[in-house]
């Protein structure tokens, strides 16, 4: 993967002036390449990665394991594309094994959660089952730690 | 109180005379003050990757809490045998030639014990890691310092070692990537030190603890330069490239009989290294190394940002090619580095290690390491400017 791609996926507020002094580039060939990626569509987004467990204690997060019947033109697609368009469904994947989709759905509470599945989700054509799991706790999120503070254990000073 | 001076009589005067490292000194004064933001660490701000630690806690609960053989666990010794094989070019035989040590610094200190007669002459260059002219005097050597110098990317020459070598110079001993200067040797640079050794029939001992540690170059080992394999003594460890400072794991590569003599001190002394580090290393040789390369990526950047940054400031500072740590010069600013590092402490509250801590020769310049991170070291350069800024108003 491209460094500046990195640096930026590690820390997407980095300044462009100091990308470009550890990268040992100018700033404009820095900010050229972000606004290309961007372009692109490679950089599709920048986000906070919130403990939401502080943020809204009550908010609810489903796992749904789906089961799908794939479409003659477009497969997998179509019916995937339909229910990644809810704003509920916050990740949606293509899976191998035992179902076929795994969304990420939020809600501010288990009915609001339950009504998507039950009212939307299943009764979408082409949607066979749903498994639905509630999640209980997070501990790392988008490879951060929710919970645990950096402890630097160094001496101040040392040979 | 007569009873102190007394026993200070008593010391072996050797030990005696020897001063404290000054890091030491240093390091005393900046645990006494607060919000500190120290570039004065010389071990890496990562954590030991998390399959290392885990596979310790697997090894504690395995029950590999006995001693070891002398030599180390003989996994291990095959372990580094097939990583220096690969990465430095030059072959071991894991039965007799590898020791598993306390950290390089043992294995420098059985290096030289196993070596050194009482007045016989040690070369060293300077700037150095603080313990080399002290383990030298422990073993009854006479160190004899070679100065590098940055107009010369603090690199040694032939030149150099000439000047100083006498009929009683039995040792010559390198690091590269250096600490404190961040100087590498290239391939033609070490030839001509080889050249030298084999002339003059001394044994090299050659401290690489920052080989995985660079950022434009390959590094190459003196031990994989024709013939001088058989006169040289590897010193290599887990510290710096795996984040295990605390484990204190190190090891010595060379000929039988130098490795023989070493592992006998070795035996009478330690009698083997921890068992549970030595199964923490297995661990880190033989998994993929994805971590040392995001180590070194970051470090690159780091050392790229806080070059300019101090070129910015209008202060030289030679281009560290590996380890991490900047030696810019305060000459200019006309204070000698220790009250310029005290003055620093005092005013911006950074800490920064004086030259002077690593050799004479380190006057004029401080040790800044980039072993911290990003945030550190930006808030650390902007009080930097600052506090120069001032003292050249």
């Known amino acids: ?159 | 109180m007569s009873a102190s001076v007394s026993l200070r009589n008593r010391l072996n005067t050797v030990v005696r005379d020897i001063p404290r490292s000054g890091i030491r000194d240093f390091f005393d004064i900046v645990t006494t003050m607060k919000d500190v933001i120290s570039l004065g660490i010389g071990e890496p701000d990562f954590d030991t990757p998390w399959h290392v630690r885990e596979s310790t806690v697997f090894a504690l609960e395995r029950g590999a809490t006995h001693y070891t053989s002398n030599l180390g666990y003989i996994e291990l010794r095959r372990a580094i045998a097939g990583y220096i094989a690969k990465n430095f070019g030059v072959t071991y035989n894991a039965d007799s030639e590898i020791l598993i040590t306390v950290g390089v610094s043992e294995a420098l200190d059985l290096a030289l014990r196993a070596l050194l007669n009482p007045g016989d002459e040690v070369l060293y260059h300077e700037p150095c890691y603080v313990s080399y002219r002290a383990t030298i005097l422990f073993a009854h050597g006479r160190p004899v310092e070679v100065e590098t110098s940055a107009e010369n990317g603090f690199r040694l020459t032939r030149a150099m070692l000439e000047a100083r070598a006498t009929p009683k110079t039995k040792v010559l001993m390198l690091n590269f990537p250096n600490n404190p200067t961040g100087a590498v040797m290239g391939r033609e640079d070490l030839e001509e030190i080889a050249a030298f050794a084999r002339e003059r029939d001394l044994v090299v001992i050659t401290d690489e603890i920052y080989s995985e540690l660079t950022y434009d170059t390959p590094h190459t080992s003196i031990a994989g330069i024709p013939d001088l394999r058989e006169r040289t003594i590897f010193l290599h460890g887990f510290s710096k490239a795996w984040a295990m400072t605390g484990f204190r794991l190190g090891y010595a590569c060379g000929p039988a009989e130098l490795i023989e003599a070493m592992m006998k001190i070795h035996q009478y002394t330690m009698l083997c290294a921890s068992s549970l580090s030595q199964k923490a290393a297995i661990e880190a040789l033989t998994r993929p190394q994805t971590d040392v390369a995001e180590m070194v990526g970051e470090y690159r950047r780091r050392r790229n940002y806080i070059v300019g940054a101090f070129k910015d400031m209008g202060i030289e500072c030679h281009r560290p090619l590996g380890a991490f740590y900047a030696f810019p010069s305060v000459r200019k600013f006309g204070l000698p580095a220790k009250e310029f590092a005290l003055k620093l402490l005092n005013d911006e509250k950074v800490a920064v290690v004086p030259g002077t801590a690593f050799g004479a020769c380190g006057e004029g310049f401080v040790r800044c390491a980039y072993a911290t991170n990003m945030e550190n070291i930006r808030e650390a350069m902007t009080r930097l400017a600052r506090f120069t800024s001032k003292l050249a108003g």
């Open chain 1, 1 to 159: 993967m491209d460094e500046l791609l990195k640096m930026l996926q590690a820390n997407a507020l980095e300044s462009t002036a100091d990308i470009a002094r550890m990268l040992g580039v100018t700033e404009n060939d820095v900010k050229a390449r972000i606004e290309g990626y961007e372009k692109a569509g490679v950089i599709r987004g920048y986000q906070a990665i919130l403990n939401e467990e502080q943020v809204d204690p009550g908010k609810v997060t489903a796992v749904i394991e789906v089961k799908v019947t794939p479409q003659r033109e477009g497969g997998f697609d179509t019916i995937a594309n339909r229910i990644s368009r809810f704003p509920e469904v916050r990740s949606a994947y293509l899976m191998s094994g035992g179902y076929d989709l795994l969304l990420f759905v939020e809600g501010r509470s288990l009915r609001e959660v339950a009504a998507f599945v039950s009212e939307k989700l299943s009764s979408l054509e082409g949607v066979i089952s749903t498994s639905t799991h509630f999640m209980l706790k997070t501990y790392k999120r988008f490879g951060v730690l929710m919970h645990q503070e950096p402890s630097d254990e160094r001496l101040s000073v040392s040979p």
